[in-house]
């Protein structure tokens, strides 16, 4: 294995997401021994996402179970949908079940309590050489990052996929809404002529201005954000927060 330069670790911010203090801290020094910086200590999945949209850290160690009965892999899949932030998975559970659950969120490791400082430090190795292989052409990130597209009050856009998450919960979408966000975030920042919107979502049905209204206010309620901006005779556009 191609190991990480020194002079590289102190530059890789981890994040331990973790609710056994003793663990946490104990993890905190063995990773600063090994030459890594630790950002921070969180013991909760919301506690966690918060730190990556503030910090970014470049690796998670993440439990399973965490405080408040809280999901360290609910966690993990916003994480790595969202942020391609590499997981390693701490949990002391081995059943089949919980392990498959886990491997949906794509993790880089699962080190399973208790463990030695060496398998630690293998793993972290291996997670981050791996991510580097991937992830090394920033062409292909920039271009999976256009289809992403965030809002207020914590609404994120996945395009790709078709998946809309307010505050990390999904939202369920009818079709005619998810055609409008479609077509949309198609000029995010130029607005979308009214009867282009109405044709691809109506398709051969009658055009109706008052339709159209309405499936906004919907949308609008369901955001609970005013996210979609009327531009005098031109059209709607979106309304995104700046990066």
Known sequence: MTKIPNILKKDIEILIVEDETI???????????????????????????QHVKKQKPDLIFMDIHLKDNSSGIKAAKYIWQYYKIPIIFLTSYTDDKTIKEAMQSEPYGY???????????????????????????????DKEKKHI????????????????????????????????????????????????IQNYIY???????????????RLKQKFEINFIENVFDLGYKLKLLDD
């Not at 080190?111 to 293998?122: N, Q, T």
């Not at 398709?203 to 206010?217: K, S």
């Open 23 to 49: 663990l946490a801290m104990g993890i905190k020094l063995t990773l600063n021994e090994f030459g890594y910086s630790v950002c921070g200590i969180e013991t909760s999945a919301d506690d966690a996402i």
């Open 111 to 141: 080190l399973v309590k208790p463990y030695k400082d060496k398998e630690l430090e293998v793993t972290v190795q291996t997670a981050l050489n791996k991510h580097n292989y991937f992830f090394k052409h920033k062409s292909n990130l």
């Open 149 to 196: 597209f965030k809002f207020e009050n914590e609404i994120i856009y996945d395009k790709t996929n078709s998946v809309v998450t307010k505050q990390s919960n999904y939202l369920k979408l009818t079709g005619n809404e998810t055609r409008l966000l479609e077509i949309l975030s198609d000029t995010p920042t130029q607005p979308v002529p009214f009867e282009k």
């Open 203 to 217: 398709r051969d049905e009658i055009n109706d201005i008052g339709r159209l209204r309405a499936l906004i206010y």
